[in-house]
């Protein structure tokens, strides 16, 4: 909070006429700096200063506060650019990491897995729907109507497998 007095020397600056220039130990007052620091940007062309080395007071705090503005806005954008930067290398990290994977053979890829999968659960169908046929030669007391029997029960047990297996994917 501005001190009462300092508020005071505003007014009177704001209302009344433009003070002839002050030195950089008044501006730095006026500022929160040192006089060095306001020498400083001085000379790097951030704030004026006339040719007898002293500051336009208006001038100079419009000119440091837009200064401060745009550094503020760099240095968002900056971080902004940081940031993206962090996430690229990140990406970049667990590409790589998948390739080293893949390459030492710890990765399959998803549709090799999958073919395998469709031929282990082919040849799962296949045996159990050959399975009355194998019953009826291994126990020959079983009846057409028992063989009709199990096929049907194996074909029922086939069919709910393939819709659980709809359900999940759905």
């Known amino acids: 909070m501005i001190p009462k007095t300092e508020m005071a020397e505003i007014d009177a600056l704001v209302g009344g006429p433009e003070p002839e220039g002050v030195t950089a130990g008044e501006l730095a007052e ?5 006089a060095n620091r306001v020498s400083t940007l001085a000379r790097e062309g951030v704030i004026p200063r006339n040719a007898d080395k002293r500051f336009p007071l208006r001038a100079a705090i419009r000119a440091y506060c837009e200064n401060a503005r745009a550094g503020a806005t760099g240095r968002r ?12 290398a990140k990406e970049n990290a667990d590409k790589l990491a998948f390739q080293n994977a893949r390459a030492r053979g710890e990765l399959i890829a998803a549709a090799e897995v999958e073919r395998e999968w469709a031929g282990v659960l082919r040849d799962v169908r296949a045996a159990f729907l050959a399975l009355p046929s194998r019953a009826a030669g291994k126990l020959g007391h079983l009846t057409p109507h028992d063989l009709a ?22």
């Open 30 to 34: 006026w500022l929160g700096l040192t």
């Open 77 to 88: 954008a900056d971080a902004e650019l940081a940031a993206e930067k962090l996430r690229l």
């Open 149 to 170: 029997a199990l096929d049907a029960e194996v074909r029922d047990v086939l069919i709910e497998l393939t819709k659980e297996e709809n359900r999940n994917d759905g």
